[in-house]
């Protein structure tokens, strides 16, 4: 049996490699389809519309299949094995530009990117639910977390930092040529860490395998209690719209600051001087979240670093040429966004026990697929957004952009994240589920008992 340090670790490397790729296709997907490809900004926001709204349907079913798989290997193993392979194939697939016209090569894409991310659906969604399975002690499960998301955003703000240096350096000046090659590097450590994490999960035999009563139970859960389970989890949907309301509105900052640095300030590796002030932040925040619970809830911290991050998104209104200004800000505000992650993640952990509490049905691989879910949602809705927003406002892929212009991404910068935040900051303050109430409740489900209230 391994000791809990090294099911950290092991879980940890597989994060890694995951949210690489997550972050690299993040970052690059609209700049390189429109940079690299000529694609119009608004093509590219409506592919990635489109891909969501298709995922919409599909994620759930993954979840279910994968709520109902019962193998030699296990529950999850099977996709924890195959899945990094497949989505790193699939990754490289995109950011290669084939020989054919422009129309095949826009189905291309099309289809490229939902396979892409449906195949990335069953790693997530089965690597997320061994959370609850790991652990249910409350300091362990963030301990876990910790550790877990301190070396995501570890490797995730080094490929913001080296990402289009790298690009300049792979392609000699050559978008295409360096996206394309940079894939292919972020494709082999995500391979080698998913094989990596394969070789050691069937050693978590709690976690893999689980009880002969656990698969029996599994096995009789209905689509239809499923559908109950979410709907009388409460502060699940609450954390739903929660994030929502918050990544969308970041996402879109995200996706547009890059043309905002490249037209304004000159500069298009100005985002990897805010990821190195945002690397040893986020660490320090992360190293501090520990502490901070033991003496305030998820939502009083979380709250706290909403606002501070609201007031970072105002003061971006002020205008300078000074780009450390810009860099400083967005780097902040980077740190507290990798915060978010962790708090988010344990939150939902905990919605797992509090929704089989309210409605005696424990579906971890369901409950995970709507972080999944409202991930990838964020992801690409405010990809739509921001393709949408570029072309509203006059932008032209690799043309001199008109002061108009850039003066309207200046605000677009400015007031959708301030905003969302804020109904972010709101929605939050209906969330409920203490550490004191998680324990009662984990205590309740160890003897049998449920919340008897309708």
């Known amino acids: 049996m391994y000791s809990f340090n090294k099911i950290i670790r092991d879980f940890t490397m597989g994060g890694i490699g995951q949210n690489l790729v997550y972050a690299f296709i993040s970052a690059a997907y609209l700049f390189y389809f429109t940079e690299a490809v000529g694609f119009s900004a608004a093509t590219v926001g409506t592919i990635l519309l489109v891909v969501r709204i298709v995922s919409l349907f599909i994620d759930p079913c993954v979840a279910v299949l994968i709520e109902k798989t019962n193998t030699k290997w296990g529950k999850y193993k099977p996709y924890i094995t195959v899945m990094p392979v497949m989505i790193s194939l699939l990754l490289v697939g995109l950011f290669f530009q084939p020989n054919i016209s422009k129309e095949l090569h826009l189905i291309y894409v099309y289809v490229m990117t939902m396979l892409f991310w449906a195949a990335y659906a069953f790693f997530d969604i089965a690597y997320w639910s061994l959370v609850p399975s790991i652990t249910k002690d409350a300091e362990k499960r963030v301990k876990l977390l910790t550790i877990c998301k301190s070396g995501i955003l570890f490797a995730a703000f080094g490929l913001g930092i080296g990402q289009m240096p790298l690009v300049h350096l792979l392609g000699q000046g050559n978008y295409g040529r360096g996206f394309s090659m940079l894939s292919v590097i972020v494709a082999i450590i995500f391979s080698i860490a998913g094989l990596m994490l394969s070789r050691t999960v069937s050693k978590f035999n709690d976690i893999s395998t689980g009880s002969a009563k656990a698969k029996k139970a599994t096995d009789k859960i209905t689509g239809k209690q499923m559908i109950t389970a979410l709907k009388g989890n409460g502060q699940l949907i609450i954390l739903t719209f929660a994030k929502l309301a918050i990544y969308i509105p970041i996402a879109v900052k995200s996706a547009l600051r890059i043309y905002f640095y490249k037209y304004q300030l000159g500069n298009d590796s100005l985002g990897s001087f805010g990821s190195m002030v945002a690397l040893p932040l986020t660490l320090i925040l992360i190293s501090a979240c520990p502490k901070l619970l033991k003496t305030y809830s998820d ?54 026990e509090y929704g089989e509490w309210k409605t ?67 929605i939050l303050r209906k969330y409920i589920l203490t550490a004191d109430m998680y324990q009662k409740i984990v205590s309740d489900l160890s003897q049998g008992k449920y919340d008897s209230r309708p």
């Open 299 to 352: 939502k009083q911290v979380m709250s706290l670093f909403v606002l501070v991050q609201m007031t970072l998104c105002v003061c971006y209104i002020l205008t300078t040429d000074l780009s450390a200004f810009y860099i400083v800000i967005d780097g902040i505000s980077s740190a507290i966004l990798g915060v978010y992650s962790l708090f988010f993640t344990n939150m939902v952990a905990a919605c797992v």
């Open 360 to 426: 005696k049905i424990r579906t971890e691989s369901v409950i995970f697929s709507t972080n999944t879910i409202t991930s990838k949602l964020a992801t690409g809705l405010s990809g739509a957004i921001a393709g949408w927003v570029l072309t509203a406002i006059g932008y032209n892929p690799n043309a001199a952009q008109t002061p108009q212009m850039l003066s309207a991404l200046h605000y677009v910068l400015v007031f959708v994240p301030a905003i969302g935040l804020l109904i972010g900051f709101l």
